[in-house]
């Protein structure tokens, strides 16, 4: 399949953000009685939206949801962000070289997106006209929508992307709606897809020679 365009998400593929939001949800279920642990949250919370861990929390507190605990949740995980971003080792010097069309699909808000793009220097490589997010739309993987609504806007078809993705939600999402997908994932984060016939990678400086590879085959 010969590509025309790369849709690239965000956390855990652009920037190192995953193990922070997990860290800030197990101190933000604390504060309504919920004990998580921090592989939990990574496992369980990495990929799905603001509402569908809320509604899991919900179920498990005594408690009172308080109003402002999104607000909370949002400052306190915008603090982290700057504190500690970091982006994927070797992104910068893929999106160099990269040739074709790309852009960015996340299921966070866009604030929340270009504040990170920003954080890590990656911004410049993203206009605003190829950063999408489940907020525009108002649905959240593993729905495909944000996928099929960024090769949309880019002006091509599913059949002519390739999804990077890194979440078990993520892929879903992205084989649901008709797209190609590569897995960046660690051995360790491997084992972790129920997944065949999928391509994973492990180093970002692979990932322009692994798109070529692809796009050569009929």
């Not at 965000?10 to 998580?36: F, N, Q, R, T």
Request: net charge neutral; glycine share 6%.
């Amino acid at each position: 399949m010969k590509y025309n365009c790369v849709i690239f998400d965000c956390d855990g593929v652009l920037v190192d953000s995953e193990s922070i939001a997990a860290s800030v949800w197990v101190e933000m279920a604390k504060k309504i009685g919920v004990s998580i642990s921090f592989k939990f949250a990574f496992d369980e919370f990495t990929g799905k939206s603001f509402n569908s861990i809320l509604g899991y929390l919900k179920d498990k507190s005594n408690s009172e949801i308080p109003y402002e605990f999104e607000k909370q949740y949002r400052e306190k995980s915008y603090a982290a962000f700057k504190a500690n971003l970091q982006p994927i080792e070797g992104i910068h010097e893929a999106l160099k070289i990269i040739s074709l069309p790309y852009c960015v699909a996340s299921s966070g808000p866009l604030e929340k997106i270009k504040l990170n793009l920003s954080k890590v220097d990656l911004l410049k490589f993203f206009s605003n006209d190829r950063i999408f997010s489940c907020y525009e739309i108002n649905k959240w993987k593993p729905d495909p929508a944000i996928y099929i609504h960024a090769a949309k806007k880019m002006g091509f078809d599913p059949q002519e992307c390739l999804v990077i993705e890194d979440s078990i939600h993520g892929v879903q999402a992205a084989i649901s709606g008709g797209f190609d997908v590569l897995i960046y994932a660690n051995e360790v984060k491997k084992k972790k897809f129920n997944l065949k016939g999928q391509t994973f990678f492990s180093k970002m400086s692979d990932l322009n020679e692994i798109i070529a590879n692809k796009s050569s085959i009929i």
